[in-house]
């Protein structure tokens, strides 16, 4: 068989032709996108199992409104027992930790071109979404007016988590679109 130097390898017969993705390629882009934010949400969980007291006394100070203007139409809001504060903090590391393994399996199904990969790396980012979005802007910033503390306020990073893993689920979702028919982006 006279080949070319140059032409493609062919397939082993009975398997599918391996197909080599690029460097900017919309899935190389989201199996990078889906580790950055799993070894971020990683980070952010060993940190607070291994410096347990730094965040959950920021949880607590949080939720029991100690730092805010001290509003008594807001105050009824504060949760100042410490069993359910711990109890709050507890869970924020057990979903963060769930979050992390879920955004390490996307990677992992990303690397072996998976086509659970964007399901899982879907999920694993919602995730993130909710704890940041729901838990730290919507609940800790407004519902306990986490805004108007000066010492404890952690909207600022909770903001910069729901944008980087908004942005890595919007090419999630998008990679993979001229596969299924969809014009290219």
Same mark, same amino acid.
Request: neutral net charge; charged residues 10%; hydrophobic residues 60%.
């Given at each position: 068989m006279n080949r070319s130097p140059d032409a493609p390898p062919v397939p082993l017969e009975g398997t599918a032709p391996q197909r080599t993705q690029s460097f900017g390629s919309h899935e190389v882009a989201a199996a990078l996108l889906t580790a950055t934010v799993a070894l971020l949400v990683a980070l952010v969980a060993f940190g607070n199992i291994t410096d347990f007291g730094t965040n959950r006394d920021f949880v607590r100070h949080v939720l029991a409104m100690d730092t805010t203007f001290q509003d008594e139409d807001l105050m009824w809001r504060a949760v100042t027992s410490r069993a359910l504060q711990d109890a709050a903090y507890v869970a924020i590391i057990a979903w963060e930790t769930v979050a992390a393994l879920v955004l390490l399996a996307g990677t992992w199904l990303w690397a072996r071109r998976s086509p659970r990969a964007r399901q899982i790396s879907t999920a694993g980012l919602v995730m993130v979404l909710l704890l940041f979005g729901m838990g730290f802007l919507a609940i800790g910033g407004e519902w306990f007016a986490m805004w108007q503390s000066d010492d404890w306020n952690g909207l600022?990073?909770?903001?910069?988590?729901? =944008?980087?893993? @908004?942005?890595?689920?919007? =090419?999630?979702? @998008?990679?993979?679109q001229r596969d299924r028919g969809a014009p290219a982006p």
């Open positions: 600022d990073a909770a903001t910069r988590n729901v =944008v980087l893993s @908004g942005v890595a689920l919007l =090419v999630v979702l @998008g990679a993979g």
